[in-house]
């Protein structure tokens, strides 16, 4: 997955479509410590700090950051039938 990647964003019971803009740090799974600053793709199995966006600027969803409201933050994407990330909202940035 690299930026410019797009995918539908679920959470809760909204379903959007998002694209990937920027990966701003790899993070170590065991550590938890950022690896890699500014990575340029995500592979299988790896945890990643990301900007996404989404598609059309007219659409809204509800969501709060994981340390605010934690049930307000977990999302999927799906692609294709297919669940490719399971995360958590860290920052709003509007």
Not at 48 to 70: H, V
């Given at each position: 997955?690299?930026?410019?990647?797009?995918?539908?964003?679920?959470?809760?019971?909204?379903?959007?479509e998002v694209q990937l803009k920027?990966?701003?740090?790899?993070?170590?799974?065991?550590?938890?410590?950022?690896?890699?600053?500014?990575?340029?793709?995500?592979?299988?199995?790896?945890?990643?700090?990301?900007?996404?966006?989404?598609?059309?600027?007219?659409?809204?969803?509800?969501?709060?950051?994981?340390?605010?409201?934690?049930?307000?933050?977990?999302?999927?994407l799906r692609d294709e039938g297919?669940?490719?990330?399971?995360?958590?909202?860290?920052?709003?940035?509007?």
């Amino acid at each position: 997955m690299s930026p410019g990647y797009s995918a539908v964003f679920h959470i809760h019971a909204a379903t959007v479509e998002v694209q990937l803009k920027k990966l701003i740090t790899l993070i170590d799974r065991k550590t938890g410590e950022r690896t890699q600053e500014h990575a340029r793709f995500i592979k299988h199995d790896q945890v990643a700090i990301a900007i996404f966006e989404l598609t059309q600027s007219d659409q809204t969803i509800c969501m709060e950051p994981f340390k605010r409201f934690p049930q307000l933050a977990h999302f999927m994407l799906r692609d294709e039938g297919r669940t490719v990330v399971v995360g958590k909202v860290l920052k709003i940035v509007e």
